[in-house]
C-alpha cells in the first residue's frame, strides 16, 4: 500500500467505530499526519455532534504543527452549514496545506463543493485513495442519496433441510433454529440498522418484538405489513420500545392512540417492495433489515430488490413445514458460529 492508502484505510477503520449511530449522516475517519506521523485523528461518533475533521483537528496537541501537515479524511469535507460548521472552512482556517480524500460525498448539499472551496482556498487536494473502500463503508449512504431508497438487508434462518417454520407453529413459540449466539449477533445488526420489516404473518406467528435486546445500542424502526389490519393491538410490536410503520390497505386507523405509531396506506395490488422502498426513504430511513416471513422475502427477491442477504443454516431438521425462499445465488462470504453457518450474499 502507498502512503496515502495507509491513512485513508486508518480512515475507514475509525469512521467504523460508529457504526449505527451516525443515522441520517455518514460514518467518516480523519487522520492528521506531519512528517509521516500521525500527530491527530478522530472519527464523526454521532449525528449532530463533531465531524471527524474537527475531533481530529483538536486532538492535535501542537496546533502550529497544522499548517505544515496533511488531512486525510475518508469523505470529501463538507461545505454547508447543517448542524455543525463547516469542515472544510475549518480546515482553511487552520491553514493546513494538504488534503487527501477517500470519495467525494455524494449528498447534493456537498457533491464537490467542498473539494473546490478547498482548492480555491490554494490548497493542495488529492480525491480518490482506496475509493471504492471508502463508498464501501458508506454504501446504506450512498444508496440512500443516489437511489432514493434505503440499503436493502435480506435475512433469513434456515433449517439443514430447508425449511423457516414449521406448518402447525403454536402462536407465539416460534421455533428457534439457531444458537444463542446467533441470536445475539441479529441483535447486534439491529443497533446499525435504522429499520426492521416483517409480515402479518410472522407477526400473529411468532409476535417478535423486533427491538435490540442483547446488544448495546438503539433499536431499529419497526416495519409491519398489515394489509387489513389483522394483528392484534395488544401484539408485541405495538408497545412502546420503538417507533412501528403499519403498512396498511385500510383507512380506518384510528384505534391506536400511541405516538410511535404510524400509518401508511399502501396498494398491495401493486409493486409493494417499490412503494415500501419509497416510503422508507420518505421517512428518512436509511437502511432496512427484511427479516420475513418467506413470503415477504420471495417478494423482494422476485423484485431483484435487495443489496445483501444474511442467511443462517441451523444444526437441526424439521423434515417439513414452511420452505426457505427462493435463493439461487452465490455466497461470497461464510461464517460458523457455534454449530450454525451464516453466509453473506451480495446482489453486484
Known amino acids: 500500500m502507498s502512503k496515502h492508502q495507509i491513512y485513508i484505510q486508518r480512515c475507514i477503520d475509525l469512521a467504523q467505530n460508529a457504526k449505527g449511530k451516525t443515522y441520517p449522516n455518514p460514518m467518516v475517519g480523519s487522520v492528521v499526519v506531519y512528517k509521516n506521523k500521525i500527530i491527530g485523528e478522530g472519527w464523526h461518533q454521532k449525528s449532530g455532534e463533531a465531524h471527524a475533521e474537527v475531533n481530529a483537528i483538536q486532538s492535535v496537541k501542537d496546533k502550529s504543527l497544522l499548517k505544515k501537515s496533511t488531512i486525510y479524511v475518508s469523505l470529501e469535507p463538507c461545505s454547508h452549514y447543517g448542524k455543525t460548521p463547516p469542515c472544510a472552512d475549518l480546515i482553511i482556517s487552520h491553514s493546513i496545506p494538504k488534503i487527501v480524500i477517500g470519495c467525494l460525498d455524494p449528498n447534493p448539499k456537498v457533491a464537490g463543493r467542498g473539494v473546490k472551496k478547498l482548492i480555491e482556498a490554494g490548497r493542495k487536494v488529492i480525491v480518490g485513495v482506496l475509493e471504492e473502500k471508502c463508498k464501501n463503508v458508506n454504501k446504506r449512504f450512498f444508496t440512500f442519496q443516489q437511489q432514493k431508497r434505503p440499503y436493502i438487508i435480506l435475512k433469513w434462518a434456515q ?185 453473506y450474499y451480495y446482489n453486484d
Open 159 to 343: 433449517t439443514k433441510d430447508g425449511f423457516i417454520a414449521p406448518n402447525n407453529q403454536q402462536s407465539g413459540k416460534p421455533l428457534w433454529i439457531t444458537s444463542s449466539a446467533s441470536k445475539q449477533l441479529v441483535h447486534k445488526w439491529r443497533n446499525e440498522e435504522q429499520a426492521i420489516l416483517v409480515g402479518t404473518n410472522t407477526v400473529l406467528k411468532d409476535n417478535p418484538q423486533l427491538t435490540n435486546r442483547l446488544w448495546e445500542g438503539s433499536s431499529p424502526v419497526r416495519v409491519v405489513l398489515d394489509q387489513h389490519l389483522k394483528i392484534d393491538p395488544k401484539a408485541a410490536v405495538y408497545d412502546d420500545s420503538a417507533k412501528t410503520l403499519i403498512l396498511t390497505s385500510k383507512k380506518n386507523t384510528s384505534q391506536i392512540a400511541n405516538q410511535n405509531i404510524v400509518y401508511e396506506l399502501v396498494d398491495f395490488k401493486k409493486n409493494l417492495p417499490k412503494q415500501i422502498c419509497e416510503l422508507l426513504f420518505c421517512h428518512n430511513l436509511q437502511s432496512v433489515i427484511v427479516e420475513g416471513g418467506a413470503q415477504t422475502l420471495n417478494t423482494f427477491i422476485k423484485e431483484n430488490l435487495w443489496d445483501e442477504a444474511r442467511v443462517f443454516i441451523g444444526n437441526i431438521t424439521i423434515d417439513s413445514g414452511v420452505k426457505a425462499p427462493t435463493f439461487e445465488y452465490i455466497s461470497k462470504a461464510s461464517q460458523l458460529i457455534k454449530q450454525d453457518i451464516l453466509s
